[in-house]
């Protein structure tokens, strides 16, 4: 059972801004993805729900990103408390797990403060 429950944004929200770093070290912006539907997945690598559903997250984005969707990752984790999750381990996971999408990183938490996620995985679909 999940300790940390969910928080929803209101319906019909936008989808709140974000300039973050890829894995890759490239600045990803919410605006990029203007005009498609996004999904926002706060996530991190040492999450058991994570890391369970990481075959079903690759298969997912690789289906609906070939139908228009956009998909991106963001891992808001204090890299202190959870080395893990720094941006490092992040391009490890992202390359082992084969993931289409922008593996992202909030070291500030700013973003996460924005979407009010409260947990991993926490899923925000836009359109």
Known sequence: MVKTASTMLPLGTSAPDFNLVNVDGQHVRRAD????PLLVI??????PFVIHLRSA????AD???SQGLAVVGISSNDVSAYPQDGPEQMKEEAVSAGYAFAYLFD???????AYRAACT???FLFD
């Open 42 to 47: 706060f996530m991190c690598n040492h999450c």
């Open 121 to 123: 995985p926490d899923f």
């Open 33 to 36: 993805f203007d005009g498609k």
């Open 63 to 65: 289906e609906y990103i």
């Open 57 to 60: 997250l690759k298969a997912f």
């Open 107 to 113: 070291g500030t938490q700013e973003t996460a403060k």
